[in-house]
């Protein structure tokens, strides 16, 4: 089993301008995929910023304005009325100014998601979307599949006879040695250790599901590969 798996999908709508892999090659975490066009995004963005120094400046106003009204109340020279509805004023645009810079942190967030990168370091699959294609969140195949194999896991099952001796030797911090051979058990093809144990017995076959880790340093591990483990 891959040590972790997962669809690359499109997390906005858009067409896919530029594809950065290629199938079957090894990606860090963090590596840029694809890229969607961004233009209505930046105009998004470029506009809910607009909107923020809008406010900001209209908040400024109101304030100087608020603190020359109350200058004129100390003097008796203005209605309290007048002050207090100046201050509701200033109230309203600072909570706009916080709208406003949500919508900025929203606008950028979707802007960033046109740039499409691995979740965590594995091996791409087939390439699962074209250059020019639409895409978008709501796609069941997405662009691309990526499993993370290095390292690596084998699931294999254990006679529920052997469940205490490998729980106490587990618990006593020990490393089971698992190796694992090929389909005719000529040739070794990778060593690990075991990291865990199911935490039920089936009663059907009277096994335990286990698993071992392994480096897979050479690659020679596939997710769905067969081979007999000796434990």
Not at 16 to 23: P, Q
Not at 107 to 130: E, H, M, N, S
Not at 154 to 159: C, H, L, M, N, T
């Amino acid at each position: 089993n891959a040590r972790a798996t997962a669809v690359v999908r499109a997390r906005v709508s858009g067409e896919l301008l530029a594809l950065h892999f290629r199938e079957g090659d090894e990606v860090r975490a963090g590596q840029l995929l694809a890229e969607i066009d961004p233009r209505s995004y930046l105009a998004a963005l470029d506009q809910a910023q607009g909107n923020l120094q809008r406010d900001q400046a209209l908040l400024h106003n109101a304030r100087i304005d608020l603190q020359r009204y109350q200058g004129l109340l100390a003097q008796d020279s203005i209605a309290s009325q007048q002050v207090d509805t100046q201050a509701a004023l200033v109230r309203q645009l600072e909570g706009m100014v916080v709208a406003d810079k949500a919508q900025v942190d929203s606008a950028r967030l979707q802007w960033g998601y046109t740039r499409i990168v691995a979740p965590f370091a594995g091996r791409l699959g087939i390439r699962l979307a074209d250059r020019g294609n639409l895409v978008g969140p709501t796609d069941a195949n997405g662009i691309v599949a990526i499993n993370q194999v290095r390292p690596i896991d084998a699931v294999f099952s254990v006679p529920e006879v052997y469940v205490a001796q490998i729980n106490q030797r587990l618990a006593d911090g020990e490393r089971l040695p698992v190796e694992l051979w090929d389909r005719e058990f000529k040739r070794l093809v990778a060593r690990g250790h075991l990291t865990a144990l199911d935490n039920a017995i089936d009663v059907a076959t009277g096994t335990i599901k286990a698993k071992a880790a392994f480096a897979n340093d050479d690659g020679a591990l596939f997710p769905n590969q067969f081979v007999n483990v000796r434990l």
